[in-house]
């Protein structure tokens, strides 16, 4: 059985004795695993590390805002990068998930080692977890989805790797956040590719804002409904931009319009999943919510697909 304490205990032990006398930056995401790395390797590192989340333009809303005071209640030293301009400009043109992945993969790894030069870092940690390896065709098995992070990176990587929640699963990160009291524990799972895989098509700063939009509100009457107890909070829910266009009306006109699919999933690790199944009332709040408020949209349609066949993630 797990047991969080002497994981803490242990991990710390092996960040210090991996980094040493030397210095490392931390990729953070406000997202309940690379937080956790942040704390574990503040403890092993201290003044030696310093955290970097880097702005990418594809965050949900607020988002910057709200890993800053994560960030500053930890104690951490971190830096925040707007590179909104560099990441949109390698997405540009590119529609294959797989691309998608490997091209923000490699735009972070140098953001990371520029930073690093710049604090005389010679590692990189990451918050990784077991899911993360498997799925991106670690340990033998077939890659389903690169994750940025593993499958993601370029080869010429010119840091060493600190990645010490990469034998985790998602609910053991959890037990671990909560026993380091850190803020983000029972936050859902967030990609760390983030609003680019639910952007079906090209990722344009236009189809971002109204994904960001759409998951604001997917999440947001969500909570509203849960808190109200008509059901109960999902393991992960937000909304997928689709890259298709219907015929819808608006007044007595005619609206051709994009479409929005709410996803909710139940899961305990990532590796599996079942579709939560909202209530139509809810379903019919965010509908109605989202076409009103969202004049671009038409249509919105719900995902009923488990894991496997499908993913949580649409991409």
Not at 233 to 242: G, N
Request: hydrophobic share 40%; proline share 5%; net charge neutral.
């Amino acid at each position: 059985m797990f047991k969080a304490e002497p994981f803490i205990n242990e991990k710390i032990k092996a960040v210090e004795d991996q980094v040493g006398d030397g210095k490392a930056i931390i990729a953070v995401s406000g997202g309940v695993d690379s937080m956790v790395c942040a704390a574990l390797a503040s403890k092993a590192l201290g003044k030696n590390l310093l955290a970097i989340f880097v702005n990418t333009g594809l965050m949900r809303k607020d988002e910057p805002e709200e890993v800053r005071d994560m960030l500053t209640e930890i104690g951490i030293n971190f830096k925040i990068i707007d590179a909104q301009k560099e990441f949109f400009a390698a997405l540009k043109g590119i529609t294959d998930p797989e691309a998608k992945r490997k091209a923000i993969g490699e735009k972070f790894i140098r953001v990371f080692e520029k930073e690093a030069k710049g604090f005389g870092a010679g590692y990189l940690v990451q918050g990784t977890i077991a899911p993360d390896c498997i799925e991106s065709g670690g340990n033998g098995k077939k890659t389903i989805k690169s994750h940025h992070n593993v499958g993601g990176l370029p080869e010429d990587v010119g840091m060493g790797l600190v990645e010490p929640l990469k034998d985790l699963y998602k609910e053991e990160v959890r037990e671990v956040a909560r026993k380091l009291n850190v803020k983000s524990s029972e936050r859902q799972p967030f990609p760390g590719p983030a609003l680019a895989v639910r952007c079906l098509g090209e990722v344009t700063p236009g189809n971002i804002a109204t994904v960001r939009e759409a998951c604001f509100i997917v999440e947001d009457e969500i909570k509203k409904a849960a808190k109200a107890g008509k059901m109960k909070l999902p393991w992960q829910y937000f909304a997928v931009l689709l890259p298709v266009r219907s015929v819808g009306v608006r007044g007595d006109e005619r609206a051709y319009g994009k479409t929005v699919v709410v996803r909710a999933v139940e899961s305990a690790d990532g590796m599996t999943a079942t579709h939560a199944d909202i209530p139509g009332s809810v379903l019919s709040a965010i509908s109605k919510r989202i076409t009103s408020d969202m004049e671009d949209i038409n249509r919105v349609v719900y995902d009923i697909t488990d894991k496997p066949p499908g993913t949580i993630e649409w991409e």
